[in-house]
Nanobody, 123 residues
């Protein structure tokens, strides 16, 4: 059974940093893209960042580019999201997604999802 488990969320002041992790089990995803999405209360789930299977290619939402960095360690079957210079508008539930053939910003392109980790940024 495939599982994606996110961790690292929490409460931080504006300008602070957090590092999210997403550990996959049940199969490896080293040949497929993985991504982070987020969903704030009352809003649709939105794309944050994606990374290719070998980690050579990344893509970011305009709202986080320059502040967030996505990375992966295929030996650990884990991806990360380093979030710096956090803003109150970054407050959301953050979800890990896996198994897209290509880098994609579209939720339906990913076959597996984690349960989410909450990130709250206070002003």
């Amino acid at each position: 059974q495939v599982q994606l488990v996110e961790s690292g969320g929490g409460l931080v002041q504006a300008g602070g940093s957090l590092r999210l992790s997403c550990a996959a089990s049940g199969r490896t995803f080293s040949s497929s893209a993985m991504a982070w999405f987020r969903q704030a209360p009352g809003k649709e789930r939105e794309f944050v960042a994606a990374i290719s299977g070998n980690g050579d290619s990344t893509y970011y939402a305009r709202s986080v580019k320059g502040r967030f960095t996505i990375s992966r360690d295929n030996a650990k079957n884990t991806i990360y999201l380093q979030m710096n210079s956090l803003k109150p508008e970054d407050t959301a539930e953050y979800y890990c997604a896996a198994d897209s053939r290509l880098l994609s910003t579209i939720t339906s392109r990913y076959n597996y999802w984690g349960q989410g980790t909450q990130v709250s940024v206070s002003s």
